[in-house]
């Protein structure tokens, strides 16, 4: 089966202190791993996606396919990154199959 | 340039009524994608067109639901006899193609069933 998961509904740190979200897959084959973004009343927009292997907003994600996993990272979280954060696996045809997302909340 | 949009932005409509939701892709995408965002689901899929083959309805919860897409641009998501079930954001997506694109999301309609 094709699944995503993000352990974590909610992530609150203070501001300069590191970030990581959570993001472990479940698929057969090569995965196309991505992280969108949703900031407040702001549209869903893509992050990064890992075969660019990218850093986006100080943002990055590597993909260990030992542990299924995709994990964002940021080592200073700043307030302006506060956001909902979904991970997302591309599936046949193209459509992504999300996480359920995690809620990042960067205090001052 | 233009972004995806959809129409409207907010629907309220009575459990029983059908509701049309619109979306209008990026010019020229040929991909077209319909998701869903709801509370208790996350984000999850529902339909995609691609050129002129036939669309991938493998997510639409229930027969109620259907969809089509004219002239490869536009697409109408509807919903009929609606349920308290229903309420959520429905978010429509383009891409130039079906892998290896960037998919663009539009802003969503949020639908609420009363």
């Known amino acids: 089966a094709q699944r995503v998961t993000q352990p974590e509904k909610l992530l609150s740190v203070f501001k300069g202190a590191p970030v990581e979200l959570k993001c472990n897959y479940s698929y057969s084959g090569s995965p196309e791993l991505f992280w969108y973004v949703q900031y407040s009343r702001q549209r869903l927009q893509l992050l990064l996606r890992h075969i660019s292997r990218e850093s986006i907003k100080g943002f990055t994600a590597d993909l260990n396919k030992g542990e299924t996993s995709f994990h964002l990272k940021k080592p200073f979280a700043q307030e302006e990154d506060s956001a909902m954060y979904y991970c997302?696996?591309?599936?046949?045809?193209?459509?992504?199959?999300f996480g359920q997302g995690t809620e990042l909340s960067v205090k001052p | 340039g233009a972004g995806v949009s959809q129409s409207p932005s907010n629907k309220v409509t009575e459990k029983g009524k059908d509701v049309e939701l619109r979306c209008d892709p990026i010019?020229?995408?040929?991909?077209l994608y319909w998701y869903r965002q709801s509370l208790g689901q996350g984000l999850e899929f529902l339909i995609y067109f691609q050129g002129n083959s036939a669309p991938d309805k493998s997510g639409l919860p229930s027969d109620r639901f259907s969809a089509e897409r004219t002239g490869g641009s536009v697409s109408t998501l509807t919903i009929q006899r609606t349920q308290q079930e229903d309420s959520a954001v429905y978010l429509c997506?383009?891409?130039?193609?079906?892998?290896?694109?960037?998919?663009?999301f539009g802003p969503g309609t949020r639908l609420t069933v009363t």
């Open positions: 997302a696996l591309r599936g046949r045809g193209g459509k992504l199959i």
């Open positions: 997506a383009s891409s130039l193609g079906q892998t290896g694109y960037e998919q663009y």
């Open positions: 010019s020229g995408h040929t991909a």
